[in-house]
């Protein structure tokens, strides 16, 4: 039997960094990764659960070079929630504000949908 994909949620802070970085296709790519393997991104301290996933980017410089996708997974129950993308040439990392924003968001996902951790 085939393995269940995890229903993926598109932040509109997502859609718009996707345009600059990601093809359509790339995209559909991302969205078909994380579905099939929601925990496949590194967790990223102090965030909630929000994981970070290296991805090819546009220009086709790879994983290293390429983009980096930022996704809340909390377990089965609820959807994955795609929150943003961003070069590697653009940033190393999100910032300690972004991680109490990402904090305060999984949270308010977390207890909207109901579900125990």
């Not at 995890?6 to 600059?20: A, D, F, H, I, R």
């Not at 996933?53 to 809340?72: D, E, M």
């Not at 972004?98 to 305060?104: C, I, L, S, T, V």
């Amino acid at each position: 039997m085939p393995k269940r994909l995890q229903s993926v949620v598109e932040t509109k802070p997502n859609l718009s960094q996707c345009k600059g970085n990601l093809t359509e296709a790339q995209r559909g790519e991302v969205i078909d990764m994380i579905a099939a393997d929601p925990k496949c991104g590194e967790l990223i301290t102090g965030t909630g659960g929000v994981r970070k996933v290296r991805f090819a980017s546009k220009a086709g410089k790879g994983k290293p070079g390429g983009s980096r996708v930022i996704y809340f997974f909390h377990n089965e129950t609820i959807p994955v929630f795609l929150v943003g993308v961003f070069g590697k040439g653009q940033r190393d990392n999100i910032n300690d504000a972004e991680k109490r924003a990402f904090r305060k968001a999984t949270r308010n996902i977390v207890q909207t949908y109901g579900v125990e951790k």
